[in-house]
């Protein structure tokens, strides 16, 4: 505790006395919270209940005020901004971890990747066992650091999370008074918390300086979202951006020898351990890569299920490579969302009647943000689809296969329910008709093919999944409808 308490006080320095904030409030497009998230109040707007932060130390002290409160954010709040102005480095966190002195702050990123490939140790034990040198140290002592490397990493990562992540109380809404609101690298922790409004911000997640790999080269465990609910409800987000990058670019993975590709970004918004009654509203998630994830694994099926209400409205998911959202165990409204992507892998699997398998154009293996997938239908979860629209570019514009994905539905007793609603009207895909069902049906059938589901591990059905007297915002009669509402609304205030 001393450890964490110290650090904190470091990276953002001393407590800086706010005030309650007596001045103009944001001019907000005038909406209520709805969908799941509908009890959603955020904090009191009383007077001395309102603050304004300029900096991440009075952002970090303002969330932690153990009452209800509005939060107005001016400016970009910066996760790894020192108490004396300055930006920490990734090196920063590791000279500042432990004591003075501490072996730990030889951790070295590089040389703890040199340590995971058999063949470089087996050169610096030959060595070592020779008594030579290896590469210029000496064998025995450099064998014996990189020995540690391992146990070392997630110690420094911590002290990289004691700076970037934000812990969100009760009863609190955080909003941008403005169009330059932004949290750049900080983490959003509402962890076991009620009542959370977050709305006008850009969101930017954190680059985790010392992820670990999954398998070589590509696949990575980083260890920060923008935004992470863990046993959280009643919660609203409405008209952020999230990204990863404050200009909102894709930032392209670091290579390092001996061909790792080192991607230091998670998710944009993770919902995990029977979170419940969350709406995600007007958002724009850009340029991102397994940017929603809704559920977090079969070890918490008893935790999510009857649990995990979310819905997703209006949101412009704009070249977001996968997880659009992935769904896990729980029910998901999602309506009226904008779905752009940029396609140039070949289809998994021809539907019929379609151009989904025309190459149109030269293909790229060299573009940010390659389009995965966008609907992840886990285990058990329960999806409702009305409304949505899909956009492609790229030299398989028009393919289908890559809409869903189909995984871990391999128990035709506990099957996932997939509801598509078409009594407005059908979806499109490049504005042609899109036969949802279908879709579904085939992905299925891929999926079963790949060992990844059963027969009947996935439903097309509307009991249990269809709420009765459920309102939306706003209602729609065509597909250009839709596009121009999320055009119009989603994402922050226009400068």
Same mark, same amino acid.
Request: hydrophobic letters at 35%.
């Given at each position: 505790?001393?450890?964490?308490?110290?650090?904190?006080?470091?990276?953002s320095?001393?407590?800086s006395a706010?005030t309650?904030?007596?001045?103009t409030?944001?001019?907000?497009p005038?909406?209520?919270?709805?969908?799941?998230?509908?009890?959603?109040t955020g904090g009191?707007?009383?007077?001395?209940?309102v603050?304004?932060?300029k900096?991440a130390?009075?952002?970090?002290?303002?969330?932690?005020?153990?009452?209800?409160?509005?939060?107005y954010?001016?400016g970009?709040m910066?996760?790894?901004?020192?108490?004396?102005?300055?930006?920490?480095?990734?090196q920063?966190y590791i000279?500042?971890?432990?004591?003075?002195?501490?072996?730990?702050r030889?951790?070295?990123f590089a040389q703890?990747?040199?340590?995971?490939?058999?063949?470089y140790?087996?050169l610096?034990s030959?060595?070592s066992?020779?008594n030579?040198?290896?590469?210029?140290?000496?064998?025995t002592e450099y064998?014996s650091l990189?020995s540690?490397?391992?146990?070392?990493?997630?110690?420094v990562?911590?002290?990289?999370?004691? /700076?970037?992540?934000?812990?969100?109380?009760? %009863?609190t809404?955080?909003? &941008?008074?403005?169009?330059n609101?932004? +949290? #750049? =690298?900080i983490?959003l922790?509402?962890?076991?918390?009620?009542n959370?409004?977050v709305?006008?911000l850009?969101?930017v997640?954190?680059k985790?300086c010392?992820?670990?790999p999954e398998?070589?080269?590509?696949?990575w465990?980083?260890?920060?979202? /923008?935004m992470?609910?863990?046993?959280?409800? %009643?919660?609203?987000?409405? &008209?952020?951006?999230?990204?990863d990058? +404050? #200009? =909102?670019?894709y930032?392209?993975?670091?290579?390092m020898?001996?061909?790792w590709?080192?991607?230091?970004?998670d998710?944009?918004?993770d919902v995990e351990?029977?979170?419940d009654k969350?709406t995600f509203?007007?958002?724009?998630?850009?340029?991102?890569?397994?940017?929603?994830?809704?559920?977090?694994g079969?070890?918490?099926?008893?935790r999510?299920?009857?649990?995990?209400?979310?819905t997703l409205?209006?949101?412009?998911?704009?070249q977001?490579?996968?997880?659009n959202p992935?769904m896990?165990f729980?029910?998901?409204?999602?309506?009226?969302?904008?779905?752009t992507?940029?396609?140039?892998?070949?289809?998994?699997?021809?539907?019929?009647n379609s151009s989904?398998?025309?190459?149109?154009?030269?293909c790229?293996?060299n573009?940010?943000?390659?389009?995965?997938?966008?609907?992840?239908?886990?285990?058990?979860?329960?999806?409702?689809l009305?409304?949505?629209?899909?956009?492609q570019?790229?030299?398989?514009?028009?393919?289908?296969?890559r809409?869903f994905?189909?995984t871990?539905?391999?128990n035709?007793?506990?099957p996932?329910l997939?509801?598509v609603?078409?009594?407005?009207?059908?979806?499109t895909l490049?504005?042609?008709v899109?036969?949802l069902?279908?879709?579904v049906?085939?992905?299925l059938t891929?999926a079963?093919s790949?060992?990844?589901?059963?027969?009947?591990?996935?439903?097309l059905?509307?009991?249990?999944?269809?709420?009765s007297g459920?309102t939306?915002?706003k209602?729609?009669?065509?597909?250009?409808?839709?596009?121009?509402y999320v055009?119009?609304?989603?994402?922050?205030l226009?400068a």
């Amino acid at each position: 505790m001393v450890l964490v308490t110290s650090l904190l006080l470091v990276f953002s320095g001393c407590a800086s006395a706010l005030t309650p904030y007596t001045g103009t409030p944001p001019k907000l497009p005038s909406r209520q919270p709805f969908g799941f998230g509908s009890a959603a109040t955020g904090g009191s707007t009383n007077t001395s209940a309102v603050y304004l932060v300029k900096n991440a130390n009075e952002l970090r002290e303002a969330i932690a005020l153990p009452y209800t409160k509005t939060i107005y954010v001016d400016g970009t709040m910066h996760g790894n901004q020192l108490s004396d102005g300055t930006m920490a480095t990734c090196q920063t966190y590791i000279d500042r971890t432990g004591s003075t002195g501490a072996a730990i702050r030889q951790f070295n990123f590089a040389q703890y990747l040199l340590s995971l490939n058999s063949t470089y140790m087996a050169l610096v034990s030959q060595a070592s066992a020779a008594n030579q040198l290896f590469e210029g140290k000496n064998a025995t002592e450099y064998k014996s650091l990189l020995s540690k490397m391992n146990g070392w990493r997630p110690v420094v990562q911590n002290t990289q999370k004691a /700076a970037v992540q934000f812990a969100v109380k009760n %009863n609190t809404s955080i909003i &941008g008074l403005n169009a330059n609101a932004a +949290l #750049n =690298g900080i983490t959003l922790s509402l962890n076991a918390v009620n009542n959370i409004v977050v709305r006008n911000l850009k969101l930017v997640s954190p680059k985790d300086c010392f992820p670990a790999p999954e398998t070589y080269p590509s696949s990575w465990n980083a260890k920060y979202d /923008a935004m992470a609910l863990v046993t959280a409800t %009643n919660v609203w987000v409405d &008209g952020c951006e999230l990204q990863d990058q +404050l #200009n =909102g670019e894709y930032v392209t993975p670091d290579y390092m020898w001996p061909g790792w590709q080192v991607d230091r970004f998670d998710g944009l918004f993770d919902v995990e351990d029977g979170s419940d009654k969350v709406t995600f509203s007007h958002n724009i998630v850009r340029n991102h890569h397994k940017s929603l994830l809704f559920g977090g694994g079969e070890k918490e099926a008893e935790r999510d299920i009857g649990k995990m209400r979310i819905t997703l409205f209006a949101n412009h998911f704009n070249q977001s490579a996968s997880r659009n959202p992935l769904m896990r165990f729980g029910t998901f409204e999602l309506v009226a969302n904008l779905f752009t992507s940029q396609n140039h892998k070949s289809p998994l699997f021809n539907i019929e009647n379609s151009s989904g398998s025309t190459q149109t154009g030269t293909c790229s293996t060299n573009i940010p943000a390659a389009h995965q997938y966008h609907l992840g239908v886990y285990n058990q979860s329960k999806v409702y689809l009305s409304s949505n629209t899909f956009k492609q570019t790229g030299c398989y514009a028009n393919d289908q296969s890559r809409i869903f994905t189909i995984t871990e539905s391999t128990n035709s007793a506990l099957p996932a329910l997939v509801c598509v609603d078409e009594s407005s009207f059908k979806s499109t895909l490049n504005q042609v008709v899109l036969d949802l069902k279908n879709v579904v049906t085939k992905t299925l059938t891929y999926a079963i093919s790949a060992g990844r589901a059963v027969q009947n591990g996935v439903l097309l059905k509307c009991d249990g999944v269809v709420r009765s007297g459920t309102t939306f915002p706003k209602t729609f009669k065509t597909n250009d409808e839709v596009v121009t509402y999320v055009q119009q609304n989603a994402g922050q205030l226009k400068a």
